[in-house]
């Protein structure tokens, strides 16, 4: 037991508890922490990371827990920890200065700040003594401290101008004379980018490391079907199609798919896909669900499905709350038995030959060791392990097609099938009760929380499976119930072992409304209208560029972040404009609300020149663009709900995948009637008709009306591009 104790016992995320017994004086991010730096005249180091970050564990055991480096710390700073996940934007805030300063950047973050929170210093992680003539933490601790003792005010006179040019950079806006922006001009250099990047070997962007890049895949999916019938470029539109398909199921074969445990790991260290970094991010499985159930929806192919179930799988079984909320993460490294002396990376996952050996049967062993490529001295190239973690270890990957196997083993591909199924189920129960489990950082995340409610619902779209529609459903009322304030309107960031007392910032807003409008689409209950309503009016009031058009990151009301940033650049995850871009049509549509179209116009406006320079670093907000400038394919159903032929209805249209659909049940009352005229003349209309009928409307103007199903599948096959 650690015979330290700080304030961050005091704290909720599991990353700042982390650091609550180091023998660094840590303060949390807040006024108790900038009034000492005040008082006393001293800078702050900020340090910022997330529970599941390998190197902020090295750097923590290296540094933050050496006694005479935090005898340091505390004698001439005032140090304060930060969770990103919890905080994003002080996060993205000093992430922008230290790329712009250094050219690079990643967690641990590390950064010294003048007492008014402008930086003068920084990078991400600092080994604790020098070495390859480069100076380490403890140097540099003692050298910044000597600088500011001697003359501190022209240091924070240098940070003091750092945070103008950082501002000056952050708000740089388009010339008012730029011409009109061409959203097909706009998507067709997007997708050029991609085509030239893309690994027609491997699958994916560029060489290694590679990452899913959901909202790359998902632009060239949407670019698909708004393409696809078009004569002139229904070339382009199946290449991006190929492109996004082919990528998926390598993927899906590769080490990044844990084939064992299910979901997806973070990225993969190599071309190839097949040795990850292990860390499982719930983001990744969100929207990972998304995109394999609009390639199954699309295609109908087997392989996707089983992709959608496997996902759905691990975040029920590994990262669910027990009332319905879903954790961030878990870590990379773990234990490889009880009794080891220190967590390797990927001890959870990997395998030796001897251990597939003595817990399968012979038979089952080779046709396993096959399949997944297995070997007696591991399948990791060397040069993909530099501290020596995986020495005689196997990730597994799907190294050929069942059939492969099959013609391998001499068997056929039913009995490789059965083989492989039983022989992974073996290998989890070893896993799952002989192993030590990796950290999970059990917090839960408004935002994150969001995109796997879309992803959940994407996913029942697909299969029909009322079980998964209820995974999103618990989620979505976790959060109302634990994060929501029904009277303000206010979302909370995160919640563990209790709500934590930070705000929710824009993706917690925009990722939420999203996997609302998801909802309410495929359940028709309007209280998911209602919420993503009020949260929309809340995230305008809170976070909109009124002067500018777009989102800020944090509120108006945060004097702690020097510059409020607008972010248009996708990361992880998709950028919260891009999100919002698409709520806002979908609510303009729905509740017939002129001045979220005009926001929406005018959010286009505000990244016209990134829209116009660099449209492959913001696929999402292209892809936004692109349904800006189709609009939207509304589809109204009508009738009695409870009629037999109405479900047929309602699967035929969640099942097909369409970018731009939005679909609506038209009622004789409640929230959607009282704002949207057209749908409510429909349920007028048809009043008093029992059997079920679909409309197809699109600016703001309906067909006739289809009541047999054959001829709705057609409609939707044939007219909807």
């Known amino acids: 037991m650690s015979r330290f104790t700080n304030r961050l016992v005091k704290e909720k995320s599991p990353y700042l508890l982390q650091h609550a017994h180091n023998p660094v004086d840590w303060y949390p991010w807040g006024e108790e922490a900038f009034e000492k730096a005040r008082t006393e005249n001293k800078p702050i180091f900020l340090s910022v990371g997330y529970s599941t970050c390998h190197w902020c564990h090295v750097m923590e055991h290296e540094s933050f827990e050496n006694e005479s480096i935090a005898k340091i710390m505390n004698e001439n700073y005032v140090n304060v920890k930060v969770d990103r996940e919890e905080n994003p934007g002080v996060d993205k805030l000093y992430m922008a200065y230290i790329q712009l300063t250094s050219g690079a950047g990643g967690w641990p973050m590390s950064v010294f700040l003048t007492p008014e929170l ?35 005010e022209k240091i924070k006179t240098s940070g003091k101008s750092m945070t103008s040019q950082l501002k000056s950079y952050i708000q740089t806006k388009p010339a008012s004379n730029s011409k009109t922006l ?19 070997v491997y699958g994916g962007f560029g060489l290694a490391p590679k990452f899913p890049t959901p909202v790359q895949l998902q632009f060239l999916i949407d670019y698909y079907m708004y393409n696809r019938q078009n004569a002139s470029k229904s070339g382009h539109a199946q290449k991006a199609l190929d492109m996004a398909l082919f990528t998926l199921k390598k993927i899906a074969a590769g080490g990044i798919h844990d084939h064992v445990g299910n979901g997806f790991h973070r990225y993969s260290t190599d071309q190839k896909w097949h040795v990850p970094h292990f860390e499982k991010m719930l983001y990744d499985q969100a929207q990972l669900l998304s995109l394999y159930s609009s390639a199954y929806q699309i295609t109908g192919e087997a392989l996707f499905a089983n992709v959608i179930k496997d996902i759905i799988q691990y975040v029920s079984r590994d990262l669910q709350h027990g009332s319905g909320g879903f954790y961030s993460a878990e870590d990379a490294d773990s234990l490889p038995s009880k009794d080891y002396p220190k967590k390797l990376e990927g001890a959870f996952c990997v395998w030796e030959e001897s251990e597939l050996n003595s817990i399968l049967d012979p038979l089952d062993a080779n046709v396993f060791s096959i399949h997944y490529g297995c070997k007696k001295n591991g399948n990791v190239d060397p040069s993909q392990d530099p501290h020596k973690e995986l020495v005689n270890k196997n990730v597994l990957m799907e190294t050929g097609t069942i059939e492969d196997t099959a013609k391998a083993a001499n068997m056929t591909p039913t009995e490789v099938v059965r083989i492989l199924r039983t022989s992974k189920d073996k290998l989890w129960q070893y896993r799952s009760h002989i192993r030590p489990k990796p950290h999970r950082d059990e917090k839960i995340l408004t935002s994150w929380n969001g995109l796997i ?54 993706d917690d807003y925009s990722y939420l409304i999203q996997a609302l409008l998801d909802l309410y689409e495929a359940t028709f209950d309007e209280r998911w209208i209602q919420w993503a309503y009020e949260l929309q009016e809340k995230q305008n009031d809170l976070f909109y560029d009124a002067e500018s058009g777009g989102y800020f990151n944090v509120t108006k009301y945060d004097k702690t972040i020097l510059v409020r940033m607008k972010e248009e650049q996708d990361g992880a995850e998709p950028s919260a404009n891009s999100v919002s871009l698409r709520n806002l049509v979908r609510l303009a549509s729905l509740l017939e609300l002129p001045e979220y179209s005009s926001k929406a116009q005018d959010t286009v406006y505000a990244f016209k020149l990134s829209l116009a320079k660099f449209p492959f670093a913001i696929p999402a907000l292209v892809a936004a663009f692109m349904l800006v400038s189709n609009g939207l394919k509304e589809i109204v159903l009508a009738g009695n709900p409870a009629h037999c032929r109405m479900k047929e209805f309602e699967n035929i249209v969640s099942r097909v995948f369409l970018p731009n659909k939005l679909v ?25 008709t029992n059997e079920p009928v679909a409309y197809i409307c699109e600016n703001f103007t309906c067909g006739l009306p289809v009541h047999d199903v054959e001829q709705l599948k057609q409609r939707l096959s044939n007219d909807l591009k």
């Open 118 to 152: 402008n930086p003068f210093f920084g990078a991400s992680y600092f080994p604790a003594e020098d070495q390859h003539g480069r100076p380490g933490f403890r140097t540099l601790l003692l050298r910044i401290s000597h600088l500011w003792r001697t003359d501190p």
């Open 182 to 200: 061409d959203p097909v001009d706009v998507a067709d250099e997007t997708y050029d980018h991609f085509v030239n990047s893309f690994d027609s």
């Open 453 to 506: 409610i879309t992803g959940l619902v994407h996913a029942y779209e697909a299969l029909q499976d009322k079980e998964v529609l209820q995974l999103a459903i618990n989620a979505a009322e976790f959060i109302y119930r634990e994060l929501y304030n029904s009277t303000t309107h206010i979302v909370l960031r995160s919640y563990c072992q209790g709500a934590s007392d930070i705000e929710g910032f824009v």
């Open 664 to 688: 609506a049940l038209a009622t004789q009352e409640g929230f959607i009637v009282k704002n949207n005229s057209i749908i409510r003349e429909i349920g007028e209309q048809n009043r008093y």
